[in-house]
């Protein structure tokens, strides 16, 4: 299917995906927009030759209120944002169900608030995080690795820097009341000095498959039902 259908060209029994951001700052070194990069990269790529699916266009604003206080970010905050994908997922009854797409944890509590209301309301929904074991947190060696690799154009290597490396579990605390520039005056929680192209590749590869498994799984079971 072409990636802008006309709307008699939408599959019947259609999946939607939807690629879900965030604009924010991402250290010196990564662009505001890197979590929808990302998101939307993982999205196309894992629905290349996936019938009955439609990719939506990405969730590019959502809620940054920890990364309060750095130029550039922009957020419309948890409860907006919940409200953004329970209307979202009402308007596509047409569908067999939506997939939406994480580049961004800060919109956790959002997508919990809304999906039970919409499980509440019998609406298929699902959620895919990407799942990086010992991946540090943000804009460090796991974010700039996947921009170097979506887009290396965008990633400024001269600005490469070290951020907070402390693990999330002491950080959780302060990061929750203050917000992360009251633990990182660069913005990154991690180390991007030691970022490579080629390690991006293969996170790339092993998140772009796991992705396409979640979305086969989650319409089978929905065209089951
Ligand atoms: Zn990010």
């Keep these: 299917m072409p990636s802008s259908?006309?709307?008699?060209?939408?599959?019947?029994?259609?999946?939607?995906?939807?690629p879900?951001?965030?604009?924010e700052q991402h250290g010196p070194h990564l662009p505001l927009d890197t979590d929808t990069q990302i998101a939307t990269h993982l999205c196309v790529q894992?629905?290349?030759?996936?019938e009955n699916v439609v990719v939506a266009p990405p969730l590019s604003v959502t809620a940054s209120g920890e990364h309060a206080g750095f130029p550039g970010t922009i957020?419309?905050?948890t409860e907006a944002f919940a409200t953004v994908i329970v209307e979202l997922v009402r308007s596509c009854d047409w569908a067999t169900g939506v997939i939406l797409v994480h580049g961004h944890g800060g919109n956790l509590a959002a997508v919990q608030r809304a999906t039970a209301i919409l499980n509440s309301e019998r609406r298929n929904i699902a959620s895919w995080w990407p799942h990086i074991?010992?991946?540090d947190a943000h804009a460090g060696h796991t974010e700039t690795s996947l921009m170097l690799a979506i887009n290396p154009n965008l990633v400024r290597i001269d600005k490469l820097d070290v951020g907070n490396v402390q693990p999330m579990s002491e950080l959780q605390h302060d990061l929750h009341t203050q917000g992360v520039q009251a633990v990182s005056a660069n913005g990154i929680?991690?180390?991007?000095?030691?970022?490579?192209t080629q390690?991006?590749?293969e996170l790339l590869t092993e998140l772009t498959n796991n992705l396409h498994a979640f979305i086969l799984s989650a319409y089978q079971q929905w065209s089951r039902t």
């Design 20 to 23: 879900v951001g965030s604009f």
């Design 199 to 201: 390690h991006g590749i």
């Design 189 to 196: 929680l991690g180390d991007a000095r030691s970022a490579t």
């Design 133 to 135: 074991p010992g991946a």
């Design 75 to 77: 957020s419309i905050g």
């Design 46 to 50: 894992a629905t290349t030759n996936m």
């Design 5 to 18: 259908p006309t709307w008699p060209e939408v599959p019947h029994n259609a999946c939607v995906v939807v």
